[in-house]
DNA sequence: TTTATATATCGTAATATTGCAATATTACTA
DNA sequence: TAGTAATATTGCAATATTACGATATATAAA
């Protein structure tokens, strides 16, 4: 009990619910709408700009990163994020795939 | 500690994160998909036709239809479900919204 | 090498989500 | 009105997520 039962599900359905979630915490969201607000890719003034701890970020940031959707390399003694735009296209290709096909069946 | 700080985000990124959330889980990107092959708006063979308990269902279409997604009404002695495509057009529009805008600010 | 700064990880508490059995409710039918 | 089928709600256990303090690690500069 408590856990999603994933293999009730095809993968294409999975894979939408794992972007989603993603997207499904506001700190995510802004995270990314600041990297990309950024032209250099500044880093960590994620922590100033939102007003949670360093080490929170730093999780949230895993979350994005571990779905592949952030570049990061060193610039000076600080991490440079970048959006991986590819990553993000196809994300955005999928949900619409998923929006499209759910909404042209309905009755 | 623990809970989401919804205070510190704009209204704009709340908004994204709640509708993410929506899709965040398999079960609910199964139901809407299953809602919408129906043709004509069958009720809860979605219990069958997903493995999960009718509670449970019952559960996940309370999500789904506390985001708007769903005009209900009863045929006969069941509930016909049936996807509201504005709104779910909506959502797809927002979401293409908040896309397009990061992607295109990035560096 | 020491020091300072930036970021990641660990451990843990608070809260949320998921899933189901039991039960209640609703709407039809006899 | 009683019985039946469909759906919703309640209560609870298991698990996941969120958040942060403390600490570790990494990089740059002194």
């Known amino acids: 009990m408590g856990a999603t039962k994933l293999n009730l599900y095809t993968d294409d359905i999975n894979t939408i619910a794992k972007i989603a979630k993603v997207f499904a915490h506001p700190a995510r969201v802004a995270i990314l709408q600041y990297i990309s607000k950024q032209q250099s890719c500044i ?14 970020i730093s999780q949230h940031l895993k979350v994005i990163n571990d779905a592949g959707l952030l570049k990061g390399n060193f610039e000076g003694n600080s991490l440079c994020y970048c959006l991986d735009i590819e990553r993000f296209q196809t994300f955005q290709s999928l949900i619409n795939a998923f929006f499209n096909q759910t909404k042209s069946n309905c009755c």
Do not use: A, F
């Open 43 to 56: 880093c960590n003034d994620i922590v100033d700009e939102i007003g949670l701890s360093q080490p929170t």
